[in-house]
T-cell receptor, first 113, second 115 residues
């Protein structure tokens, strides 16, 4: 089945220790997104790629970086995680044409100790 | 700026209908979406509606769109305990002339279904 896969599902890191979250998709979609979602909040868009074009949200901290080496994979790097970065991180994909329906992975729950 | 608003909580009895409401501000939105999120899980697409439609039905789900008032609703018929979740409304927002878009999300409505 075509899908969006995120690894790992749960990630524990220490304060200040870099961490990388991964996302892969078999939908062959042009667009990939990374969201941060904290408890009882809406997902917050961090950045997205239109093919290889990177689009950063204005309020995304510099601590968050992303890489998209090919169509199928996208990575979220948190260079120096703080306690406030503990959250669910959601990856999504969509076509570039409308309807631009986004399909989500199951998320990675990040804990920062 | 663009904004999507939803009521935060809704409680219904099992078997009743649930109606979740949403208002949005961007009149250029072409698609509006409803997503469901169960505890600890990702977001599941429930349904979407194109802005030139005023109603869409899909099994137990009915979406109503009032474009003049920028009001969207999701009706769940015969609500079951398995429908307990957070429901997010989202509008597709045009970023630039290159047709790049992103979703603007509401805060989500937590639906509790009581047996």
């Amino acid at each position: 089945d075509a899908m969006v896969i995120q690894n790992p599902r749960y990630q524990v890191t220490q304060f200040g220790k870099p961490v990388t979250l991964s996302c892969s998709q078999t939908l062959n979609h042009n667009v990939m997104y990374w969201y941060q979602q904290k408890s009882s909040q809406a997902p917050k868009l961090l950045f997205h790629y239109y093919d290889k074009d990177f689009n950063n949200e204005a309020d995304t901290p510099d601590n968050f970086q992303s890489r998209r080496p090919n169509t199928s994979f996208c990575f979220l790097d948190i260079r120096s995680p703080g306690l406030g970065d503990a959250a669910m991180y959601l990856c999504a994909t969509s076509r570039r044409q409308e309807p631009d329906t986004q399909y989500f992975g199951p998320g990675t729950r990040l804990t920062v100790l | 700026g663009e904004d999507v608003e939803q009521s935060l909580f809704l409680s219904v009895r099992e078997g009743d209908s649930s109606v979740i409401n949403c208002t949005y501000t961007d009149s250029s939105s072409t698609y509006l979406y409803w997503y469901k999120q169960e505890p600890g899980a990702g977001l599941q697409l429930l349904t979407y509606i194109f802005s030139n439609m005023d109603m869409k039905q899909d099994q137990r789900l009915t979406v109503l769109l009032n474009k003049k008032d920028k009001h969207l609703s999701l009706r769940i018929a015969d609500t079951q305990t398995g429908d307990s979740a957070i429901y997010f409304c989202a509008e597709s927002f045009l970023l630039n002339a290159g047709n790049n878009r992103k979703l603007i999300w509401g805060l989500g409505t937590s639906l509790a279904v009581n047996p």
